[in-house]
């Protein structure tokens, strides 16, 4: 069995190939996939070559943690799953490519466990778990913001996450007048126009690893910050202001099981929703001129590539 998936054959080198899939296990399912996400934060690290090294990376790469597909096939273990639409998280089952991540391609062979089971309503929203996840993640380990930087997707969701704890919406800097956006259940602010010096909790999710002493001089006494996004270049900060403030620092992590279900919770009861997130589209054809955009275009928010075409 083969499939066709994005290959990131070295920085800035990416092409649909062919590659042949593993064989399917007892406890594996086949999800044909209809769309899958691609993420401006650790994709963009891979395609531009910046990413520090990590357990697993390496080229040739298949990108891709985003997706979004139908079960197709099952083995013995899992024929309950038959018709399932499923997210996947990504996917380890090429032959000859690395599969850090693995979900950007037209079919996957994953164990059961790995694909889960969302509304059929949520359609190609559904690429946006993993962020979801990965902020839910973050809000779990400590008090909610108070203070998020950057308003980006990842930034928009722990915004909107934070609503829905029933916390009081945080402020969020954002400098990039394209991603301030339209009138938000929150307020959206140039960090030059904010004097405040008091924030209890606020998370970066800039991934801009120069502004540590910055965010320090905003912490209140025994304030902490959150490392919600990921860095590329070493953080470091000046000590004494750390010391006058008793300051914290919390790394949060990739997301787990847990995250992902409370997330789905919050949407079932109507309090959180993935809903005006998704700005662009693209045919997976299509997929070279895709990732361009995703890593340089300003008011491209999310980009979700459209595999039901691939043959």
């Known amino acids: 069995m083969d499939t066709i998936a994005v290959l990131l054959e070295e920085p800035e080198r990416i092409a649909l190939r062919r590659l042949e899939l593993r064989p399917t296990d007892v406890d594996d399912v086949v999800v044909d996939i209809e769309w899958s996400g691609i993420s401006t934060g650790t994709e963009r690290l891979f395609w531009s070559g910046r990413m520090p090294t990590f357990p697993g990376m390496g080229y040739p790469l298949v990108p891709g943690y985003e997706s979004v597909g139908r079960v197709v096939a099952v083995g013995a273990n899992a024929q309950s799953r038959l018709g399932e639409r499923v997210f996947v998280p990504g996917a380890a089952c090429y032959r000859d490519a690395h599969a850090l991540f693995g ?72 400098k990039n007048p394209e991603r301030i956006g339209a009138r938000q259940p929150y307020p959206v602010i140039d960090p030059a126009s904010d004097d405040r010096r008091d924030y209890r909790s606020i998370y970066d999710a800039s991934g801009d690893s120069a502004l540590l002493d910055q965010l320090v001089m905003r912490l209140a006494k025994g304030g902490e910050i959150v490392l919600a996004g990921f ?63 995703a890593f340089g275009d300003d008011q491209c928010l999310k980009m979700v590539l459209d595999w039901r075409g691939c043959a």
């Open 103 to 174: 979900g950007a391609a037209r079919r996957v062979v994953v164990p059961s466990t790995r694909a889960i089971e969302i509304p059929e309503r949520l359609a190609e929203r559904g690429v946006l778990l993993a962020l979801a996840a990965t902020a839910e993640h973050a809000i779990a380990g400590g008090a909610p913001p108070d203070l998020i930087v950057g308003h980006g997707m990842l930034g928009r969701l722990l915004a909107r996450l934070t609503l829905a704890s029933g916390a009081p919406a945080p402020t969020v800097w954002e």
């Open 231 to 293: 860095y590329e270049a070493p953080l470091s900060f000046a000590f004494p202001p750390a010391f006058m403030r008793e300051a914290r620092l919390r790394v949060a992590a990739e997301w787990r099981p847990e995250d992902l279900t409370r997330v789905k919770s919050l949407m079932r009861a109507g309090l959180f929703s993935l809903d005006a997130l998704i700005t662009h589209h693209a045919d997976a054809t299509k997929a070279e001129d895709a990732y361009r955009t």
